[in-house]
C-alpha cells in the first residue's frame, strides 16, 4: 500500500470536508434525536459509497484520459464554482 498516497487523500479530503455543507447536515441530523449511531453510519454510507463511485469513474476515465489533464479540468471546475460562489451566482 502507498501510503503517501493514502495520507494525501486522508489530509485533503479531511480538511476539504471541515465544516462543508454535508458536516453541517450531519450536525443537524445528530442535533435532532438522542441515537447518534443511525446518523454516523448513514453519513459514512452515503461517503463510502460516494467515494466509490469517484474512484471507479476516475479508474476508468484515466484510461481514455490523461490524468494530467484530468486535474486540471478538476482544478478549473472547482476555481470556477468557488467564483461563481464568491460572485453570488451559484
Same mark, same amino acid.
Do not use: H
Given at each position: 500500500?502507498?501510503?503517501?498516497?493514502?495520507?494525501?487523500?486522508?489530509?485533503?479530503?479531511?480538511?476539504?470536508?471541515? +465544516?462543508?455543507?454535508?458536516?453541517?447536515?450531519?450536525?443537524?441530523?445528530?442535533?435532532?434525536?438522542?441515537?447518534?449511531?443511525?446518523?454516523?453510519?448513514?453519513?459514512?454510507?452515503?461517503?463510502?459509497?460516494?467515494?466509490?463511485?469517484?474512484?471507479?469513474?476516475?479508474?476508468?476515465?484515466?484510461? +481514455?484520459?490523461?490524468?494530467?489533464?484530468?486535474?486540471?479540468?478538476?482544478?478549473?471546475?472547482?476555481?470556477?464554482?468557488?467564483?461563481?460562489?464568491?460572485?453570488?451566482?451559484?
Amino acid at each position: 500500500m502507498d501510503f503517501k498516497i493514502f495520507f494525501t487523500a486522508f489530509t485533503t479530503i479531511f480538511l476539504a470536508e471541515l +465544516f462543508d455543507k454535508t458536516e453541517l447536515a450531519v450536525f443537524s441530523l445528530s442535533a435532532k434525536g438522542n441515537s447518534k449511531m443511525p446518523v454516523f453510519l448513514g453519513a459514512m454510507a452515503a461517503f463510502f459509497l460516494a467515494t466509490l463511485l469517484a474512484v471507479i469513474f476516475g479508474s476508468v476515465l484515466s484510461k +481514455f484520459v490523461d490524468p494530467k489533464i484530468m486535474r486540471y479540468v478538476s482544478a478549473s471546475v472547482f476555481f470556477a464554482a468557488g467564483f461563481l460562489i464568491l460572485m453570488g451566482k451559484l
